[in-house]
């Protein structure tokens, strides 16, 4: 719901907290840039901290995001968290996969990510139904109460595992040149498009930031 389910709720966002079309965008466009620019070094952080740690954190983080969202008074504060949630969502994904990979082995490691891929998949899916329900009844706001309301058992669960955590240091090292290269060619990109509604698609503003993150997404190549 906090992640699938934004979109849904974008209309009575936009009635609640006003509808400036650059800002609503960036409610789903900040989870989408923080998700994907944080998934590059969430494994190294996963590697250094721990898998088990890192689940934590990343799991605090999303909690947190979903509070904030939830009491958010304007846009601004709505964007800023949802760019928040993408960084916890990606912590959350790496560091799962990681320590599915270190507590599961051969014919049950196969198994554990098989559920973890179904659970994303079903997550994902019913995210969009479910969050209509939870909109229609207790308003827009409902579906980051309820994922904070879930992160908290989630993490209640994982400090009450006996799952040992793990770390590996030495395993691997952020490439700090290329994850800022990354980020700034994925910002631009998503940056263009989101205003492309505004300034036009064909504008010298869009076009000029699109054609400078391709440059970027190259070079990081």
Do not use: E
Not at 66 to 93: H, K, T
Not at 193 to 205: D, P, V
Request: charged residues 5%; aromatic residues 10%.
């Amino acid at each position: 719901m906090g992640v699938s389910g934004t979109g849904v709720a974008l209309p009575y966002i936009a009635s609640d907290l006003g509808s400036h079309p650059t800002r609503l965008q960036w409610v789903v466009n900040g989870f989408n840039l923080t998700f994907a620019v944080f998934s590059l070094v969430a494994g190294s952080i996963s590697d250094h901290l721990g898998r088990k740690r890192g689940l934590l954190l990343g799991s605090f983080i999303f909690g947190l995001s979903g509070v904030l969202s939830a009491l958010a008074p304007n846009l601004i504060i709505l964007d800023i968290a949802r760019g928040i949630a993408g960084i916890g969502a990606a912590i959350i994904f790496a560091c799962s996969g990681a320590l599915l990979a270190v507590t599961f082995s051969g014919s049950a490691s196969a198994r554990a990510f098989d559920l973890f891929g179904t659970a994303a998949g079903v997550g994902l899916g019913l995210g969009p139904t479910v969050s209509s329900l939870a909109i229609a009844a207790t308003g827009w706001k409902g579906i980051f109460w309820f994922s904070a309301v879930a992160i908290s058992i989630s993490i209640f669960l994982t400090l009450a595992s006996r799952i040992r955590d793990t770390s590996t240091p030495n395993q691997s090292k952020v490439d700090y040149p290329g994850a800022i290269t990354f980020a700034a060619s994925l910002s631009l990109i998503i940056t263009g498009i989101a205003q492309s509604n505004t300034w036009g698609c064909t504008s010298l503003g869009t076009v000029t930031l699109i054609c400078l993150g391709m440059v970027l997404f190259i070079a990081f190549i």
